[in-house]
């Protein structure tokens, strides 16, 4: 019986993203999609939950673009932007569960991301400059 690693894998494969990174004994895989936006993409197996996360950009912690952030969460189909540790690197994090993951939700959700950088893209690069 396939692993769940495997299987995130091969269906990464099967999607033509390109692995930059992967390590079965910690269950992480790092992808690539230039075109598509998808930059480092960690996606990590830490059962029952396969966890994606994309860092997005530096903040300073602005209280109008936080709240700008929080708005646009409810916009996104799959996933939400969030907050590392530091509270200053903004992330894209989303979820789901291994058990019952196909090929077609993995890429709805690495595709919500890539919808959300391209409908967005101008925004975060304003954030960025505050």
Do not use: W
Request: aromatic fraction near 6%; glycine fraction near 6%; proline fraction near 1%.
């Amino acid at each position: 019986m396939k692993s769940n690693f495997e299987k995130v894998k091969n269906y990464l494969l099967d999607l033509d993203y390109t692995i930059t990174h992967e390590n079965a004994e910690d269950g992480v895989i790092v992808i690539n999609d230039e075109e598509a936006g998808i930059n480092r993409l960690v996606i990590g197996c830490a059962e029952p939950i396969l966890i994606m996360e994309q860092f997005i950009l530096e903040l300073n912690g602005n209280e109008t673009i936080l709240t700008k952030l929080l708005q646009k969460n409810r916009d996104i189909v799959h996933g939400a932007f969030a907050l590392d540790e530091s509270g200053k690197r903004l992330i894209f994090r989303d979820t789901l569960q291994l058990e019952n993951l196909d090929l077609n939700e993995l890429e709805g959700s690495i595709n919500s991301l890539s919808l959300l950088l391209s409908e967005y893209s101008s925004e975060l690069i304003e954030f960025s400059k505050n």
